[in-house]
């Protein structure tokens, strides 16, 4: 069972009440230092390359899946940022399902690929320097964001 199919089975159990989400998110920094960033589709907000570990699948192939699904780039995982979560960590989606999550914040550099997403979730993805980027869904900090670079 994947993750949407997961999801969506759980969400006929329980509604939409929140659940609590293990997920992934790439920290991609390119030569200048600034950080790689998804604008949803939906225009709800901009992102890190995000999203749910589905099941039977490890984190670190959970984010080398979503980054190339949101991004169009194959990235190699150079180590992990940082774990996050809590009330900070909470959202709700537009059509109220809600949803905490315990996200794991991966570095990762581009090797291949084609800037061009896979998925219907992007809207685009544009590099940001520490002080022009916008806000975000979840409330990463800055010095998280940019300390591997």
Known sequence: MSAVNYMGWLRTKVGSVRVLSPSVGAVIHDHEGRLLLQEKSSGEAWSLPAGGIELGESPQEAIIREVMEETGYAVRVHGILGVFGGMDY??????????EYVAILFQCKIIDGSGIPTDAETRSIQYF????MPELALPYPKDDLFRAF
Do not use: A, L, S
């Open 90 to 99: 909470r959202y709700t989606y537009p059509g109220g399902d809600q949803v």
């Open 129 to 132: 320097g520490r002080h022009e």
